[in-house]
C-alpha cells in the first residue's frame, strides 16, 4: 500500500441534507412561495416493518441465545442521519407531502434513499421505493429527475391551485 492508491480529492463535497436543501430551493422559487420543500430530523423508522406483540414468560428468559461475533466486527457506528423531506403548502397549516426519507450513518455517503412509491417509478420506472445513492453527484441527478418529474409537477400545481382557492377563501373573510 501507498499514498498513490488513494485520492486526496474531496468529490462530494456536502453531506445529504445540504444537497437536498439546495434542491429544494428550487420549488419555493419556482412557485413563488407557494410550495416549500423541506428537510427535517426524523427519528421514526425509514423502511416498512412489522410490529410483535411482545409476550414475556419463564420458559423464554430460560432460552439459550445465539450471538453472533460478527455483528462486534467490521464498521462500529453509533451515529445515526436520518432526514424526511416533505412539501408544505402556504394557507394550508396542516398538509405535508412526504416525499422521501433519508438515512445514513457516520459516513456521507453512499446515502440511503426511501421514496414514495410515485416518485420511485418515476425515477428508475420501477416499484422499488429503496435507492442506495453512492455520491453527491447522483444524489443532485436524482433529485433533479424527482424535481422536474410528470408526477411531481403535476402534484405541485394541484398545490398551488388549492393555496390560491384558499387564498381567495381567507380574502373574502
Known amino acids: 500500500m501507498n ?18 436543501k439546495r434542491m429544494l430551493e428550487q420549488i419555493e422559487e419556482a412557485t413563488g412561495g407557494y410550495v416549500i420543500g423541506k428537510i427535517e430530523k426524523y427519528d421514526g423508522p425509514v423502511f416498512s416493518y412489522t410490529k410483535n406483540n411482545i409476550s414475556f414468560s419463564f420458559q423464554t428468559a430460560l432460552k439459550p441465545m445465539e450471538i453472533d461475533i460478527q455483528d462486534d466486527l467490521g464498521e462500529q457506528d453509533k451515529e445515526d442521519n436520518r432526514y ?45 421505493a429503496i435507492f442506495r445513492v453512492e455520491s453527491m453527484k447522483e444524489l443532485e441527478n436524482m433529485l433533479d429527475i424527482i424535481i422536474n418529474s410528470k408526477t411531481m409537477i ?12 384558499q387564498e381567495a377563501v381567507l380574502e373574502r373573510q
Open 3 to 20: 499514498r498513490g492508491m488513494f485520492s486526496f480529492e474531496l468529490l462530494d463535497k456536502y453531506a445529504p441534507e445540504v444537497v437536498i
Open 84 to 128: 424526511e423531506v416533505f412539501l408544505t403548502v402556504k394557507n394550508l397549516e396542516h398538509y405535508r407531502y412526504r416525499m422521501m426519507f433519508v438515512d445514513y450513518r457516520t459516513i456521507s455517503y453512499p446515502v440511503t434513499i426511501v421514496m414514495s412509491e410515485a416518485l420511485a417509478v418515476e425515477y428508475s420506472s420501477k416499484r422499488n
Open 154 to 165: 403535476s402534484l405541485i400545481q394541484s398545490l398551488i391551485n388549492e393555496s390560491l382557492r
